[in-house]
């Protein structure tokens, strides 16, 4: 019978909260995972919902569970039942043990102090010894260089973003970056706050203020169009820069972002740390289509096997180049990760890279000429 020691778990600390790892759901053969929860006393919890059903089971002190809008006290001895969907907020503390199915991911309700519930998505870790230290925000003006090279429009994506936006004449680009998907043939106005990514935007391009999402200095529909270009999840919140969206436009507002649940299985075993960083800050697609309302359709954006932008999933036919530094420097979740954290992912993938292991499981991504995965257009009409 195995025993479990203390000196065996695994330690994740998260803003205000500390997250012991007793049962990992990546050990071989686990058919459920458990971790002690420690929150402090006072400390408010952020509203998120499970994707597994969970059971708490409160061990000391006094727990505040908020479960779909009922909240009540939990004393020692007393188990909490979270129902797979629901949403769930926990308050005070010091302790509680929670358990739960392997698989178990996590969607933050779009509001504040969403790093306290990073931890919740341990399981999707393919190693517990891997900690994440979430940054709200990516500083790009240490960061951003490189982007304008790795970060490049490819043109059959491109031509999605064009088309959703119709027959808009002006349009403008909110985190904007170096200008990627920007169209050519109508008149643009690109926002980005980082004086590092507008430095790198080529000659030509369309003139960029200094701005930021959550209040973008334009009267209201004053232009045919806004787009944003897989930049939500750095907004603060995303609702405000959402909402922003459809107040300054007329017409459509096109937004292109991942749908996370659908990211192929090798990104949440070998870059699972990248994938937990982002989740508490990347809304799902029901959840950007609520804060613009208007008309919603959500379309699924095929990843060419050749894809020129870099984002992670765009080398699902060429996990090789993730081992390169500089293709990693123009993915933001990399920067999130505590030191070391990226140093051992990127070894176990090159290992298994060279022994043939990642093509076992995975080789069959190599042949597809197009991945229809998680990347997403969102597309809001008045």
């Not at 205000?16 to 929150?39: E, K, M, N």
Request: net charge negative; aromatic share 6%; charged share 20%.
């Amino acid at each position: 019978m195995p025993i479990i020691l203390n000196t065996d778990a695994f330690v994740h600390l998260v803003p205000g909260s500390t997250f012991t790892s007793y049962v990992p759901a990546s050990r071989d053969g686990a058919q459920l995972c458990a971790w002690q929860l420690i929150v402090p006393a006072g400390l408010r919890g952020a509203a998120h919902s499970p994707t597994r059903e969970e059971v708490m089971l409160i061990l000391d002190g006094e727990l505040r569970i908020t479960l779909d809008g009922v909240s009540a006290a939990a004393h020692p001895g007393e188990v909490i039942l979270v129902p797979a969907g629901s949403q769930l907020r926990v308050d005070g503390g010091p302790a509680a043990w929670v358990t739960a199915t392997p698989g178990l991911g996590v969607r933050v309700a779009m509001a504040q102090d969403r790093a306290l519930v990073l931890s919740t998505a341990l399981s999707l870790f393919p190693d517990p010894r891997y900690s994440v230290r979430v940054s709200l925000r990516v500083d790009y003006e240490a960061a951003g260089g490189g982007y304008a090279g790795q970060r490049r429009t490819d043109p059959r994506i491109e031509a999605r973003v064009h088309r959703a936006l119709g027959s808009a004449r002006t349009v403008v680009n909110v985190g904007a970056g170096t200008g990627s998907y920007e169209p050519s043939d109508r008149w643009v106005l690109a926002v980005e706050p980082s004086a590092l990514m507008r430095s790198q935007r080529p000659p030509g391009a369309a003139p960029a203020i200094n701005g930021r999402a959550e209040r973008l200095p334009l009267d209201d529909g004053s232009v045919d169009a806004a787009m944003a270009m897989i930049t939500v999840h750095h907004w603060e919140p995303p609702s405000a820069g959402l909402r922003e969206l459809r107040r300054v436009a007329r017409g459509p507002v096109v937004v292109l972002t991942f749908d996370l649940e659908a990211l192929p299985a090798w990104q949440h075993e070998y870059v699972g740390e990248c994938v937990a960083a982002d989740a508490p800050l990347m809304p799902s697609t029901g959840e950007i289509g609520a804060a613009l309302g208007g008309r919603i359709r959500v379309e699924h954006v095929p990843v060419p096997r050749d894809c020129i932008d870099g984002f992670i999933e765009a080398y699902y036919a060429r996990p090789e180049a993730l081992l390169d530094p500089v293709v990693r420097a123009s993915q933001s979740a990399w920067r999130r990760l505590a030191p070391g954290v990226e140093e051992r992912m990127v070894d176990r993938l090159a290992r298994d890279l060279a022994d043939g292991t990642w093509d076992s499981a995975h080789g069959g991504m190599r042949s597809l000429p197009e991945y229809d995965g998680a990347l997403r257009l969102v597309i809001s009409e008045p």
